[in-house]
């Protein structure tokens, strides 16, 4: 028996990067692409212990099942023991069906193709690694095309009107966002400080706002009450919701990656 070690690396890497794909998939949890494929990548250089006697001791299943735990754990990065035990156990049922199916259709000897044709040979693992390659791209895809859909949805433009200069950009609003400020009670706006561009703020006029987020981490934000803030909501045509109040607080960091936004809305403003 000829073994082929980088063929057989590659198509373990895209059975390991299925099972975690479809392990996410009935988990209904998210997992980053760079999480899952750094956790593909490890559980194929379990396959050394294969072919290196020396680590043959490896080849338990008491060295196995928490392998796959740890697996699990870098692939969605969480150390609730709970979820990464079910994550692990579904993870070995389908790598368990997987290698069943693999192993019914090899000792059957069943051919995808017609027998008088030459491409009767035409091994089947080419056809489950097809499957399971298009399972990745339109599992990645189709989650992409939600996830736009879903900011889509949630960004206005804005237009903020302070000492006569006006600045459009476009919000984002954060539903978990209920940061108010505490004396007026309004709503805060964070504004990633670029897109305010030359609107300058005096000091008579900062807000001082105090926030906390989950992690336990307080601090203060610094801000100010513009003269007027529109929202609006449609791409094509300026559809104004109302004029509202609203204290816009300065972020020295981008808010989006790809520059889709450059402000926070807070839930309070609608």
Known sequence: MVVYLDVLIIENFIVNLFLIFITSDTLRVKVKVVNAIIAAVV???????MFVPKL?????????IPLVIVFMVVSFARLDLAFILKASIVYIIYSMILSGLCFFIGINNINFIDSKNPLDSFSYKYILMAIMILYIILNRTIGFIRDRAIVDNLIYSIEVVHEGKIKGFKGFLDTGNELREPVTNLPVIIVYKEALGNISISEKDKYRIPYKVVNGYKGNLEGFKPESVRLFYNKNQKISIKPIEAIICLCDNPLSEGGEYAALLSRGIL
């Open 43 to 49: 559980a194929t250089s379990y396959l050394f212990v």
């Open 56 to 64: 043959s001791a490896f080849n338990s299943i008491y060295i196995k």
